[in-house]
């Protein structure tokens, strides 16, 4: 048996604070863009179980990899929001002070830098998330491109340790541990408050699985780091959370369809390819990428993001070929995995938007053999709305 | 778990076990803790013939495609059609009933080659302790 997953250990691998953590639990370790992360945890029960936790109860996920840059001025007149509005393609004017939204900083080809969340702190104060592999290269280009803006850039990656409480259980975990009522926070908005006694803990409802839950921001020594750990997981425990690894983390967004830098999204993959529409917003003014997007939307598209299910035996994977049924390439797969909530073997690829019709036939080429798939509508899973339940209720 | 005496290994973790000149083989404990949850198994249909050391099929986990490797020549005589349906038993019976395919050996010599279970638990233990390193 030999696997096809990347080696680890080529150069010394990044460790979040929870490292050690991970490895007494057992973690099964990966090299993830640089860092030595769980990708599951085999004693707990694995990848599919960590998965299932999610969906049903709750999971907490040490998220610490991601970076965090703050974008803020002294006298809140405007620089700082003017910079972000610069380098990301949402409105973030739009935003109120406590409000995140989901954006991006692009290329002035509109191809990707990074996907980022983008949080309103103050008026004129901003906290930008992004990705672990892309640190580096997003700081300097957030400083490169905000040098003329009266404001001040602070990469503040190594002074967090990021938690994710994820599930429909999450803020029964969370609440236990915060004074803050947590129940007014709405999708997508952010507080802070004490958790566990430390004091001015961001608290926000985002995640990355397409299910309800909250990420913290707290102090990243490891002692705090650690405590806090064992401390969700003590208060988790009558709702049976457990610990979860990158890989459900993966496949809980590629059920969502949440785009995953380096796959859906890329330098070389522009906002309309990548389906990414609602969050540009052309018309809030110039922004890096703004020109060439409008011309790249005349000229309309050569290829388009779309679900596919298989529907003949086997499994597509990232960088699989789509194939028509001469054999020909047509697109190819950007994420592919079984579904542990579907029970189906799904993906994410672009393929000619003559070939993304729902119901259309294509071919993904699986080592010597090409495997029957379909376009089918995405995302591929969506939580039942908390609010139509309540509806319903009220409505009987 | 224990690792059948009578069974041989790989570095690459697949064992075998010959009878009569006919050789069952499947991969190890170790193997399936690594892979961790197997959710698809592709087998070579009977007739194929099977060379020492080269890829005779692939499982998957969830998170990974794996070669399975040929500890010997031979022409496979049976595949193990409850895995197409049952993958999982591979985690859960990987040294019995999950055995993979049945060859009938080309050159039994190539069985001196590989480890017996003693040695194969060293081989084992060693890259645990890098794993933990």
């Given amino acids: 048996m030999e696997s096809t997953v990347e080696p680890s250990v080529i150069t010394e691998l990044r460790k979040t604070p929870l490292n050690a953590m991970h490895r007494r639990l057992g973690a099964k370790m990966v090299n993830f863009g640089g860092w030595d992360m769980p990708v599951e945890y085999p004693s707990r029960g694995g990848l599919v179980a960590e998965h299932k936790a999610v969906r049903g109860g709750v999971g907490v996920f040490d998220v610490s990899h991601m970076g965090d840059i703050r974008i803020v001025t002294a006298h809140a007149h405007g620089g700082a929001l003017a910079a972000v509005q610069h380098i990301t393609m949402n409105d973030a004017a739009k935003l109120a002070i406590g409000q995140a939204q989901y954006s991006a900083m692009l290329y002035p080809s509109g191809t990707f830098v990074d996907d980022v969340i983008v949080h309103r702190l103050g008026d004129d104060d901003f906290l930008l998330v992004i990705n672990a592999g892309t640190r580096e290269k997003d700081i300097n280009w957030v400083r490169e491109n905000t040098a003329s803006h009266d404001c001040k850039v602070e990469e503040l990656s190594d002074t967090y340790t990021q938690l994710a409480i994820q599930g429909p259980r999450a803020i029964e975990v969370l609440q236990k541990l915060t004074d803050i009522n947590l129940h007014p926070i709405k999708n997508y908005w952010f507080t802070h408050g004490s958790v566990c006694g430390l004091k001015n803990i961001l608290i926000a409802r985002t995640g990355y699985t397409g299910e309800d839950g909250f990420e913290i921001y707290v102090p990243s020594d490891v002692a705090t780091s650690e405590a806090l750990w064992a401390k969700v997981l003590e208060a988790g425990r009558e709702f049976g959370i457990i610990p979860c690894g990158l890989g459900c983390r993966n496949t809980l967004r590629l059920e969502a369809k949440m785009a995953l830098y380096g796959h859906e999204i890329s330098e070389n993959i522009n906002v309309w390819e990548a389906g990414l529409d609602r969050y540009c917003k052309m018309e809030k003014g110039d922004f890096i990428g703004r020109s060439e997007l409008q011309r790249a939307k005349d000229a309309g598209l050569n290829r388009t993001l779309v679900g596919l299910e298989m529907i003949e035996r086997g499994i597509a994977r990232d960088e699989y070929r789509c194939v028509d049924e001469q054999g020909e390439p047509v697109g190819v797969i950007t994420s592919g995995s079984p579904s542990p909530t579907l029970c189906k073997n799904i993906a994410l690829a672009y393929l000619p938007p003559s070939m993304s019709a729902m119901g259309t036939t294509t071919y993904v080429q699986i080592r010597n053999q090409k495997a029957k798939a379909q376009v089918v509508p995405t995302p591929f899973y969506k939580r039942a709305k908390k609010s139509t339940t309540q509806q319903l209720a009220s409505n009987v | ?133």
């Fill in chain 2, 1 to 133: 778990m224990t690792y059948p005496p009578s069974y041989r290994y790989t570095q690459q973790h697949e064992w075998i076990d010959v009878k009569d000149g006919l050789g069952t083989i499947g991969i190890t404990d170790y193997a399936q803790h690594e892979l961790g949850d197997v959710v698809f198994v592709e087998l070579p249909k009977p007739g194929t013939k099977i060379q020492v050391g080269k890829s005779f099929g692939t499982v998957e986990s969830v998170k990974a495609v794996s070669e399975i490797y040929a500890p010997v020549s031979g022409e496979v005589v049976e595949a193990n059609a409850e895995l197409e349906a049952t993958p999982e038993k591979l985690n859960s019976d990987p040294h019995n009933s999950a055995w993979l395919i049945r060859v009938k050996l080309a050159d039994p010599a190539e069985l001196a080659k590989l480890m017996d279970a003693k040695a194969y638990e060293a081989y084992i233990s060693e890259k645990n302790k890098e794993a933990s390193a």
